[in-house]
């Protein structure tokens, strides 16, 4: 993805985010100079991977097969594994019209996925097999709004506005905007995005940057590079 295409998107993301009541916090508007004099005092920011994310998947077409998301704070893994600490995470996505996020589970995150405004957000789900891996004739049981329902293999969940569908490790989910982009949120438990997302296909979950311009913020991907 061109810097420039990212620094858009970043633009349209915070507008879409303001309409639907969300501010974010204020390190997401750091300049990349902010970040590097500020980084030991935001050592903890850096290390969760909490900021800017903007991913085409390694696809080459962010319109067709892409996401936007922002990790708002990021728990410990090491917390997760003893049973008590900071456990937790919460991201803000946005799925644009017909921009799907492929085919996926995780191995460790279970995940409460929001509609926070704006069309209908659509979600895929399969179920896994005895060893976890995507298992197209199994279906299975989620929490939508707290309540269990089952679902066959390839249904697709419609969640309007303040729905929400909870997700446990296993449940495979593809996601994109139906009628209009959607503002999501994600409240999860701890999250790994660089080795707990689990593909259907072998694909990339972060984007190769092409520098054509300075970047406007500097997304979670970029820090060690930049802050190293």
């Known amino acids: 993805m061109k810097r420039s295409t990212i620094n858009a998107i970043m633009a349209e993301a915070g507008d879409l985010i303001c309409k639907y009541g969300f501010v974010l916090p204020p390190f997401a508007f750091w300049t990349p100079d902010d970040f590097v004099s500020r980084k030991e005092m935001a050592r903890n920011v850096i290390d969760a991977r ?3 994310d903007i991913t085409d998947y390694g696809a080459g077409d962010y319109d ?12 410990r893994l090491a917390d997760l594994k003893r049973g008590g600490g900071m456990c937790y995470a919460e991201k803000l996505l946005i799925s644009r019209q017909d921009q799907l996020s492929p085919m996926h589970t995780h191995a460790i995150k279970a995940e409460d996925i929001i509609n926070r405004g704006g069309a209908t957000l659509m979600v895929e789900l399969y179920g896994s097999d005895d060893q976890g891996r995507f298992a197209e004739d199994r279906g299975g049981t989620v929490l939508c709004d707290g309540i269990p329902r089952d679902f066959t293999p390839g ?16 449940d495979w989910h593809a996601f994109w905007g139906e009628g209009g982009d959607v503002l999501i949120g994600e ?12 593909f259907r296909e072998p694909i990339g979950r972060f984007a190769t940057i092409e520098e054509d311009v300075a970047p406007t913020h500097l997304l979670v991907s970029d820090y060690a590079r930049w802050l190293a």
């Open 50 to 52: 909490c900021g800017w």
């Open 64 to 75: 067709k097969t892409g996401l936007f998301l922002f990790t708002l704070r990021n728990g």
């Open 187 to 198: 409240v999860s438990t701890v999250n790994d995005d660089e080795t707990d997302n689990i």
């Open 155 to 170: 249904e697709k969940l419609r969640l309007a506005p303040g729905e929400s569908v909870t997700l446990m490790p296993g």
